[in-house]
């Protein structure tokens, strides 16, 4: 158990829905990483949150927003669902002190599939 | 560009061999870290390497940074079945600002056979 929560574990919705995944981080830890994994892209990165604020985008559609908010948790909502939208969703956080090590931790993911 | 190049992609090797796995990545770092994911499971930590010349071992598996030639590997030794995972490697290149993303490889998918 890394300490990184995710809700829901499961999501099955249709086209054209709109859902939020949430994720509460490590105790401590100030960043927040949002990914998309699905069979034919494999690890995308989306989106990351540093202290309530955006730090880097990485492959985020205009679709999707996220963020972060002053307990630190974090949501990332899907809007206008699409079938490729269905993947798994992990969130991962850091404590992302500088100069030190960043390792990240990753939640149990949130499998979405979009019918 | 800020890549990170893992193979193999995939590998089937028979329980009891070696092998290894290779990860390049483009420009200079030394904070690189190697993840396990089973199938359908989030992604664990098995690694972290912060220096060149860094080597750590857990069970059969031991991974080596060369910040050098911008490479680690990731060796097997006498492989059995519960090997049988994703190993993925990540490189921080921004480790000084200490909040940016890791940089994912693709992946190598290992399967062991009896």
């Excluded at chain 2, 000084?96 to 890791?102: E, Q, R």
């Amino acid at each position: 158990d890394s300490g990184v929560t995710q809700t829901p574990k499961h999501l099955i919705t249709a086209t054209g829905q709109r859902v939020t995944l949430r994720c509460s981080p490590r105790s401590g830890d100030l960043s927040v990483y949002w990914y998309q994994q699905s069979l034919d892209q494999g690890l995308q990165f989306l989106i990351q949150y540093y202290n309530g604020e955006e730090r880097a985008k990485g492959n985020i559609l205009e679709r999707f927003s996220a963020q972060q908010f002053p307990d630190l948790h974090s949501e990332l909502n899907l809007s206008s669902l699409e079938l490729g939208d269905s993947a798994l969703y992990f969130c991962a956080s850091s404590v992302s002190t500088s100069g030190t090590y960043n390792e990240q931790f990753f939640g149990p993911g949130t499998r979405l599939t979009v019918l | 560009e800020l890549k990170v190049e893992q193979n193999p992609l995939f590998l089937s090797m028979q329980e009891g061999k070696n092998y290894t796995i290779y990860c390049n990545y483009s420009t200079t770092s030394d904070r690189l870290y190697w993840y396990r994911q089973d199938p359908g499971k989030s992604l664990e930590s098995l690694f972290v390497l912060l220096s060149n010349g860094a080597v750590k071992q857990e069970g059969r598996l031991m991974a080596s940074l060369d910040t050098k030639a911008r490479l680690s590997t990731l060796h097997i030794t006498a492989a059995v079945h519960d090997l049988s995972a994703t190993y993925f490697c990540a490189v921080d290149f921004n480790f000084l600002s200490g909040n940016t993303p890791l940089v994912f490889g693709k992946g190598t998918r290992l399967s062991v056979i009896a």
